[in-house]
Each structure stands twice: as structure tokens, then as C-alpha cells.
């Protein structure tokens, strides 16, 4: 079975510094997709960023950039030059096959706070 | 990217009545998923809602609970069915599209509190 972790339950960072955060995942699949998630305190679920199993080349969206390292079965999320609006909760979520559609499976989250 | 609109945003509601989430996307999509997520809590699949067929449920979710409807590729339904204190959750619709990368998107969300 499939299983995602975040072990950062909270993060602070200063604004305009960058921020890591932590996810690792579990899979006997050789073919599974990545997604990153953010979630303001609104509720609604903001799509960030997808990596594929395959993809040689780490995502990257803008601020934000997928670390995407196979063989430790991690894929953290990096967010360069944070803003007060980064301030949220942030899923990391996997499909089971590269390119499925459904059935995403979330960790936790982690919940970054942007200081001023 | 499909925009996504769900009604009602928030609702409340008392033990024992239904309440029908309602999820619409401004383009034909083949998956259209729905998700819960209870308080403090991340998301979990309740099953996927399937055009011109019954919805496939996760473990833990049944059909008498959570009836889904799917008439067409653009619109789905979910009832929460007697409801409890426990269901008392965030619903989400999502969709899934297929184009250079996987990309699924979320609708807005809907606030369910149960009394």
C-alpha cells in the first residue's frame, strides 16, 4: 500500500527566505505521480506542482520547485522568496501510477507560517 | 486548468436529515472524485464518481451512507445520508485531466457541520 509522510506538523520562515518542506513516500510501484498541494485557510485545495516517477528533470512551477530524490523516495517542496500569502497548510499527495487519475493519497500536511 | 464550482459552500445541519452536495465543471472531464476531510485532518477519497455508472467506494465508504450521482461528464452529486456529529467535515469535488502531466484539481469545498 501506498503511504505518504510529512513529519513537519509546523514551519516558520522569514519572509523572503526560501523553505523546505519534508515528504517521503512509500510504494512498491515502479510508475506513481507526486503532487503538492497548498490550502489556505478558505479550505479550498490550490494544485502546486507534479512530478512523475519518470521525469528526469525536478518540477518546477514558478516559486516553487519539486526536490525530487527517487532512490530515498523523497519529493519535498521548496518555495523560494516567501511571501505572507504562502502562509498555509501544504499536502504532498500520490497516485499510484504515473499517469492515474484519482485515488490521490495525502500525508498529513505541514503547516508553514510566513513571518514578516 | 478546469474551474470547478460547488453548492452549497457551508451548511448546517441537524443529526439524522441528508444534505446533497452538488459539483459543476466548466468542461467535460472523465474522473470527477470526492473527497473528505474532517477537522484538523487531510483528505481522503470517498470514491469516484462515474459517468452513466454506480460510483466506485473506497474502504469505509458505502453507497447508503454516500449516494453519487454522475449524469453527465460535467456535473456529480454526493449526499451525506443521516447524518451524524461525525460527518462534520470539509467535502471536496476533484477532477482529473490528462494533458503533457497529470494535474487534478479541487472545487472550492464545501463546510458541513452537523449539530
Known amino acids: 500500500a501506498q503511504k505518504i509522510t510529512q513529519t513537519q506538523p509546523g514551519m516558520f520562515v522569514q519572509e523572503k527566505e526560501a523553505v523546505t518542506l519534508d515528504c517521503t513516500y512509500d510504494?512498491?510501484?515502479?510508475?506513481?505521480?507526486l503532487f503538492w498541494y497548498k490550502q489556505p485557510s478558505s479550505g479550498e485545495m490550490i494544485f502546486l506542482i507534479y512530478?512523475?516517477?519518470?521525469?528526469?528533470q525536478n518540477a518546477t512551477e514558478g516559486r516553487y520547485s519539486l526536490n525530487f530524490q527517487k532512490a530515498r523516495k523523497s519529493a519535498n517542496l521548496v518555495i523560494s522568496a516567501s511571501q505572507l500569502g504562502d502562509s498555509a497548510m501544504y499536502f504532498c499527495?500520490?497516485?499510484?501510477?504515473?499517469?492515474?487519475?484519482?485515488?490521490?493519497?495525502f500525508g498529513k500536511g505541514t503547516k508553514l507560517s510566513v513571518k514578516p | 486548468s478546469a474551474v470547478i464550482s460547488q453548492k452549497p459552500s457551508r451548511d448546517i445541519c441537524q443529526r439524522g436529515t441528508s444534505l446533497t452536495i452538488q459539483c459543476q465543471v466548466d468542461?467535460?472531464?472523465?474522473?470527477m472524485f470526492w473527497y473528505r476531510q474532517q477537522p484538523g485532518q487531510s483528505l481522503t477519497l470517498i470514491a469516484t464518481?462515474?459517468?452513466?455508472?454506480?460510483?466506485?467506494?473506497e474502504s469505509g465508504f458505502v453507497i447508503d451512507k454516500f449516494p453519487i450521482s454522475r449524469p453527465n461528464l460535467t456535473f456529480s452529486t454526493l449526499t451525506v445520508s443521516n447524518m451524524s456529529p461525525e460527518d462534520s467535515s470539509i467535502y471536496l469535488c476533484?477532477?482529473?485531466?490528462?494533458?503533457?502531466?497529470?494535474?487534478?484539481?479541487f472545487g472550492p469545498g464545501t463546510r458541513l457541520t452537523v449539530l
Open positions: 476533484s477532477v482529473g485531466t490528462s494533458g503533457t502531466y497529470n494535474e487534478q484539481f
Open positions: 510504494t512498491s510501484d515502479q510508475s506513481y505521480g
Open positions: 512530478q512523475g516517477s519518470y521525469d528526469e
Open positions: 499527495a500520490m497516485t499510484p501510477r504515473e499517469r492515474s487519475q484519482g485515488n490521490l493519497i
Open positions: 468542461s467535460q472531464v472523465t474522473m
Open positions: 464518481a462515474n459517468q452513466g455508472s454506480e460510483a466506485t467506494y
